[in-house]
């Protein structure tokens, strides 16, 4: 994207000059927090995660149970397909009585908004049960491309997850991170069905690895940020025993 290897080297020092000074500081506080805790010890590489967490439970006093509780499962994803309905002019319809793998697995067509074009589908295997392939990614189930009698061939994608199930009447909560995760990963979806590749081999998932994330890393802003109008963490936000689902 660069270009030249000469940007990528200016690009690398400007963000090593603005950071540095930064970096240090923070670097200052997690080494005194070992130090109140473990004495004088030196500071490691293994260390960081962890003094990372407790120096973030120092100076915010972070209560993640009580955060869990304002991000239930079905409020969140409901949030997050109509935040990208609304975002990219597209519209989702789930598919009913269809035969799947699982129960608790659904699925959906998706639309152009404005044409009424059939552009693809999409499945939701987010619930966690014995045996599931244990990590939150997305699997291009069939990439778009054009046939040889001149129709398209619309592009398939599951989104795969590890989210709790209900129990006992009771919502399932997600950690924030998690919310970040799922909206990270259901960018690709979106990314892989929007794709107008009249080749398979260059339909949307199947490129090198930088074009790949970017959409989804940009598209992460929609959780992290405060304010974006009609289309920010509150719709994906509510606690759990008043939100409407």
């Not at 290897?5 to 603005?18: A, D, H, T």
């Not at 989702?92 to 059939?118: G, Q």
């Not at 074009?211 to 940009?218: D, G, R, T």
Request: glycine share 4%; charged share 25%.
């Amino acid at each position: 994207m660069p270009m030249t290897s000469r940007k990528v080297l200016e690009f690398l020092e400007e963000m090593s000059e603005q950071l540095s000074d930064l970096a240090n500081r923070e670097l200052t506080v997690l080494k005194e927090l070992k130090m109140k805790e473990e004495g004088d010890a030196q500071f490691g590489m293994e260390d960081l995660l962890y003094y990372m967490k407790r120096g973030e439970q120092h100076k915010v006093d972070l209560d993640i149970g009580e955060i869990k509780r304002y991000f239930p499962v079905k409020l969140v994803i409901s949030g997050m397909l109509k935040m990208f309905q609304d975002l990219f002019a597209l519209r989702f319809e789930e598919i009913k009585d269809v035969e799947v793998w699982h129960d608790t697995v659904r699925l959906f067509s998706v639309w152009d908004a404005s044409s009424s074009d059939l552009l693809g589908y999409f499945f939701l295997d987010i619930f966690s049960r014995e045996g599931k392939y244990d990590h939150t990614c997305v699997v291009a189930l069939q990439n778009g491309c054009m046939c040889s009698n001149g129709s398209r061939k619309v592009p398939v994608a599951v989104l795969l997850s590890q989210c709790p199930k209900e129990f006992d009447g009771n919502s399932a909560l997600l950690r924030f991170p998690e919310v970040v995760r799922i909206f990270h990963e259901f960018s690709h979806v979106v990314h892989h069905i929007s794709n107008r590749a009249t080749f398979s081999r260059f339909s949307s998932l199947r490129l090198e690895g930088d074009f790949a994330e970017i959409p989804s890393l940009l598209l992460e802003n929609w959780v992290l940020r405060e304010h974006f109008p009609e289309n920010d963490v509150r719709l994906l936000s509510g606690h759990h025993k008043v939100c409407q689902y």
